[in-house]
């Protein structure tokens, strides 16, 4: 399978990337050989393998969801350094 230049685009647009034309080839290599890899995979014998999920015993390692100390709004807004209609105010970080 080869991966064409409009898809490289596509990818990097889809990733907010702007790449020069060098990039783009070089992204497109890379892409190539790995699904070049996974489709390796597809040429395997696996008859009369036992599909798996996991290769590990599987445990819940996650605490028990007890309710703990309820905080009220105000209590909790008394620390923020900005506010507004009852809820924190945080710097956009996403454009």
């Known amino acids: 399978m080869r991966v064409t230049l409009d898809e490289v685009e596509r990818i990097a647009s889809l990733s ?11 992204l497109q290599k890379n892409l190539d050989e790995i699904l070049g890899h996974a489709q390796k995979l597809n040429e395997l014998n696996t008859e009369g393998v036992e599909p798996t ?12 969801d007890i309710p703990g100390k309820v905080w009220e709004r105000e209590d909790m807004l008394k620390n923020a350094p900005e506010q507004e209609d009852g ?5 956009k970080v996403v454009d």
Do not use: A, W
């Open 16 to 26: 907010m990337l702007s790449l020069d034309d060098e990039k783009k080839e070089m």
């Open 87 to 91: 809820f924190f105010t945080v710097p």
């Open 53 to 64: 999920s996991y290769i590990l015993k599987q445990q819940n390692v996650v605490r028990k």
